[in-house]
């Protein structure tokens, strides 16, 4: 279907109140979980539209979850009334994914203004480090270049590939991969320094993260390096490292799973009761039923390209 189609049929649905009829039946037993990653400092979300949004979308969005009549749910207490048929209408659980200082400079005020609960899956490799993570830095930068052979998005996954992949090789540490960024910002006329300054591509200090929890904000694991190894021995030390951390920084031992990147495998289920997690959210789309492996709970992501006609019908279930 075209998105002209689709926007059309939309349009009528809502405007025939099939929404209000679709909310009142299909969301009584049925649990939207939305996934956001980043609010842009900067342009970021002309970059990568499904990643992040600029902060004035996001405001609109909890708005209209407002206006809309939504029960925000704490993550925990959502999956715990799902499967026991107490989950009220139009509930919603509100992740974040990673953690980037974003979260803590625009996410954290607008939850406070709403008083809306949030589960953030942290990744805390970085958090040690007041550098921009390395991978994240390099494509942007590469984006920004406007050179015509970075023009196409996998042209810029593919070079920053290699670039990772001989860092790796001669084992740089953070502050020398940092360099190689620096040096290839130079070459493009970019201000390094400013970006530094503004903290793009930053995770979240210890102290940034703990005062989010302090705020009320759920912090909940995403692996240590941000990376699913499908060696057990390495998987579970992942996971391990990831809830040191976080238990250092909140004082609590946390036991809800996040997939980074979205990449899932049956094999991981195991390991991930092992390591005690209650719950595993991935990247696909869907409203999260009863039925649904606890470990494998879909996830709608938002991002620019999502109308608000799209995320009323992700919330009524008409999708």
Request: aromatic share 12%.
């Amino acid at each position: 279907m075209s998105n002209s189609l689709k926007k059309a049929v939309l349009q009528t649905l809502r405007a025939t109140g099939v929404f209000s009829v679709s909310t009142y039946l299909r969301r009584r037993d049925k649990l939207v979980i939305l996934c956001y990653h980043g609010i842009s400092l900067r342009d970021e979300h002309l970059w990568e539209g499904g990643l992040y949004m600029p902060v004035d979308l996001f405001w609109q969005r909890l708005a209209f979850l407002k206006k809309w009549g939504a029960n925000v749910l704490p993550l925990a207490e959502a999956i715990k009334r799902l499967h026991n048929g107490t989950l009220p209408p139009k509930s919603v659980v509100i992740t974040f994914d990673d953690g980037f200082y974003d979260f803590y400079l625009h996410v954290l005020p607008a939850l406070r203004h709403f008083n809306f609960p949030c589960t953030l899956y942290l990744t805390t490799w970085y958090t040690r480090y007041r550098l921009p993570v390395f991978t994240l830095m390099m494509k942007y930068l590469l984006w920004k270049s406007g050179k015509p052979e970075f023009a196409d998005r996998d042209a810029r996954e593919h070079a920053v590939a290699r670039y990772a992949e001989q860092a790796d090789s001669e084992g740089l540490s953070p502050e020398l991969r940092d360099r190689v960024a620096r040096e290839l910002a130079e070459r493009i006329g970019m201000d390094y320094d400013s970006m530094l300054d503004e903290r793009l591509f930053q995770l979240m200090t210890p102290e940034d993260a703990a005062e989010a929890a302090r705020s009320g904000v759920d912090i909940q694991l995403h692996t240590h390096r941000h990376r699913t190894p499908h060696d057990k021995a390495l998987f579970v030390r992942e996971i391990r490292d990831n809830a040191k951390f976080v238990e250092e920084i909140t004082g609590k031992l946390p036991d809800h799973f996040c997939y980074p990147s979205g990449v899932t495998s049956e094999e991981f289920l195991p390991w991930l009761r092992e390591c005690g997690v209650q719950s595993a959210t991935t990247c696909e789309h869907g409203m999260a039923t009863r039925g649904d492996d606890v470990l494998l709970l879909p996830r709608y992501l938002d991002g620019c390209a999502v109308s608000e006609l799209d995320f009323e019908s992700w919330l009524s279930g008409i999708r």
